[in-house]
């Protein structure tokens, strides 16, 4: 399903206990991250026992039911006992392999908290409840622990929550008495149509507040002249198209510009891993899109950087097709290296995007719009009417510089400016 992937959700059992099927088949439909899975069969046989129902959230790994094919049976009963027995817990929070985080602890008062409790570990259980009330961290270490040795219990958590997260705007103690605090506000929400997150949504909802909150964001803006790029690609996209079969957008042009400024300064190309900086062999170019549902998808385009125009112009149209079409599988939005998000596409000016984790930056192009601008030529200054867009580029201060951070959009905004108008298709 992808190696960033820990756990899906069962949509929906096309195979009932006791049916046969035939190898290929599809068993079950699996939802992970943004993609819908379908499962096939992998030899015949016959479905003996489900132990997870539509909806249950199931790590990766873990059993959720057994096949029985045609010359052997795949699992045991008795092994079959023993996954479910391990890994179905009442509250559908399954066993987990991975390290879990470790976060201060801090004593609660009144409006306040201090950081006098040494307990530094919250269970997985318990990050993983915070993440599906969009509690940070920080107001986790608020709540007062009643577990074993002042550990947070998830009967801590949904208590607190009950009690309408009292400590959510509390303050550190500080000794200095004429520091602002945050008042304690009960907001009116109002009333109107009540509409539920899909499942899609939650996700967005979740990656972006995450996004936020790991990651200080800094926004760099630049003006560019796409006057010649402009030119070109009207010139050439009937013949393009009749030469290639795609049609030119101005997406591969602005993909192959990024590839070529991430070669140029790489350490841009990178996630953080803890104190370590991970810098990317690939270039990976993820295409923030939008989905007919209004939803965001990122369909990646793999090693951008070794691909001619007419290759990008494949890629580039097949992701969006599957992705108008919810087509996409779990290869064609995983491993993006960096994000770009044209906003011009819906008439923005510019925008101030919000970084794709684990990447360190994002770019959004705005629209490209026809205005009088000063230009130097053989005679001097002259006024003339050029097709100008706005870049701006969203980094993580974590890692990116205002000097890199700066230098990379220019980069992009020079090879905008200084596209070949002669460029043979």
Do not use: C
Not at 234 to 253: C, D, I, M, S, W
Not at 315 to 329: D, I, P, T
């Amino acid at each position: 399903m992808g190696e960033s992937i820990t756990e899906g959700t069962i949509i929906n059992w096309l195979v009932e206990e006791g049916d046969s099927f035939n190898e290929g088949d599809i068993i079950l439909e699996v939802a992970t991250d943004k993609v819908d899975n379908e499962v096939p069969a992998p030899a015949s046989g016959k479905l003996t026992k489900i132990l997870f129902q539509a909806k249950d959230v199931v790590p990766v790994g873990t059993v959720i039911a057994t096949l029985e094919f045609s010359e052997k049976v795949a699992t045991t009963n008795k092994e079959v006992a023993s996954a479910a027995s391990e890994d179905k817990k009442p509250s559908k929070t399954k066993k987990q392999t991975k390290k879990p985080k470790v976060v201060q602890q801090t004593q609660v008062a009144t409006g306040a908290f201090s950081t006098a409790n040494t307990n530094t570990f919250f269970s997985p259980l318990v990050i993983k409840i915070a993440k599906e009330h969009h509690i940070s961290f920080e107001e986790l270490a608020r709540i007062p622990a009643t577990g074993k040795d002042d550990r947070l219990r998830k009967s801590d958590i949904f208590q607190y929550i009950e009690e309408g997260r009292p400590y959510k705007y509390a303050q550190p103690i500080t000794q200095d008495p004429t520091a602002y605090r945050i008042p304690q506000l009960n907001f009116d929400k109002g009333k109107g149509k009540i509409i539920e997150m899909d499942r899609m949504r939650q996700m967005i909802a979740d990656h972006m507040v995450y996004s936020k909150h790991t990651s200080p964001h800094v926004t760099a803006y630049v003006e560019a002249d796409l006057t010649n790029m402009v030119n070109w690609r009207n010139a050439n996209k009937v013949a393009f198209q009749e030469k290639y079969g795609e049609r030119l957008t101005f997406t591969p042009l602005f993909v192959e510009a990024v590839a070529k400024a991430v070669k140029d300064f790489p350490n841009i190309n990178a996630s953080v891993d803890g104190n370590s900086i991970i810098v990317k062999e690939d270039v990976n170019i993820g295409m923030a899109t939008a989905l007919p549902s209004g939803n965001l998808i990122v369909p990646v385009v793999k090693n951008a950087d070794t691909k001619d125009l007419k290759t990008l112009a494949s890629n580039v149209n097949e992701l969006a097709g599957k992705a108008r079409e919810n087509k996409l599988a779990g290869d064609d939005i995983k491993g993006s290296t960096f994000t770009i998000s044209n906003v011009g596409t819906f008439g923005s000016v510019m925008g101030t995007p919000i970084i794709n984790q684990p990447e360190v930056a994002i770019l959004a192009l705005g629209i490209i719009k026809k205005r009088a601008e000063v230009i130097e030529t053989e005679k001097g200054d002259e006024i003339a009417i050029r097709s100008m867009m706005y870049l701006s580029l969203s980094f993580d201060h974590r890692v990116v510089d205002g000097f890199l951070g700066g230098s990379f959009v220019r980069r992009v905004a020079d090879y905008f400016e200084q596209f070949d108008i002669n460029r043979e298709i």
